[in-house]
Antibody, heavy 117, light 113 residues
Framework: QVQLQESGPGLVKPSETLSLTCTVSGGSISSYYWSWIRQPPGKGLEWIGYIYYTGSTKYNPSLSSRVTISVDTSRNQFSLRLNSVTAADTAMYFC???????????WGQGTLVTVSS | DIVVTQSPDSLAVSLGGRATISCKSSQTVLSSSNHKNYLGWYQQKPGQSPKLLIYWASIRESGVPDRFSGTGSGTDFTLTISSLQAEDVAVYYCQQYYTIPYTFGQGTKLEIK
């Protein structure tokens, strides 16, 4: 049973960069897609993007100018960087395993990131 | 972007009763090449991360009770819980994964009446 765990700072200052890592255990990061999804407090879900273990990526166009998703297969981890954050980026950030066809079949518990000075 | 709209926003059903949630997409999510609907349903209980219930619009994920069922095709989909249990209290989301950006409905909050 694969498990995913997000980690990173819970507080980021406006205009700075949000950086999160997702560690995958109980299975290999190879042969799957991996995504980031976020949820502002009390609101719905927003797809940020995904990465294949080879490094190929797709991003939400609404965030693509500020987002980078990368993968480190040697550590069984993938990461999210979001530049120039504002209060609107305050959210619970989830990492997920994505089935080859697109649905997220395993989710991390999420990590809350607050953007505030 | 494909806009996904759920109805109702909230729903109260008696224990043992039937709950029905609708999901409509602004464009078809039915692939003409493999005849599959790229539509999933997720359950998010309070304080938890979402959990996949249904994919391909009607296929239950392993371990999901058979009281959960998904139907529909093209742009109109339905999640039905046939006999509501107390543990089914949650927010339910549908998601299209046919076109990037993948998009979610706004969620339907299900409560016990």
């Amino acid at each position: 049973q694969v498990q995913l765990q997000e980690s990173g700072p819970g507080l980021v200052k406006p205009s700075e960069t949000l950086s999160l890592t997702c560690t995958v255990s109980g299975g290999s990061i190879s042969s799957y897609y991996w995504s980031w999804i976020r949820q502002p407090p009390g609101k719905g879900l927003e797809w940020i993007g995904y990465i294949y273990y080879t490094g190929s990526t797709k991003y939400n166009p609404s965030l693509s100018s500020r987002v980078t998703i990368s993968v480190d297969t040697s550590r069984n981890q993938f990461s999210l960087r979001l530049n120039s954050v504002t209060a609107a980026d305050t959210a619970m950030y989830f990492c997920t395993r994505v089935n080859v066809h697109g649905h997220s079949d395993s989710w991390g518990q999420g990590t809350l990131v607050t953007v505030s000075s | 972007d494909i806009v996904v709209t759920q109805s109702p926003d909230s729903l109260a059903v008696s224990l043992g009763g039937r709950a029905t949630i609708s999901c409509k997409s602004s464009q078809t999510v039915l692939s003409s090449s493999n005849h599959k609907n790229y539509l999933g349903w997720y359950q998010q209980k309070p304080g938890q991360s979402p959990k996949l219930l249904i994919y391909w619009a009607s296929i239950r994920e392993s371990g999901v009770p058979d009281r959960f069922s998904g139907t529909g095709s093209g742009t109109d989909f339905t999640l039905t819980i046939s006999s509501l249990q107390a543990e089914d209290v949650a927010v339910y989301y549908c998601q299209q994964y046919y076109t990037i950006p993948y998009t979610f409905g706004q969620g339907t909050k299900l409560e016990i009446k």
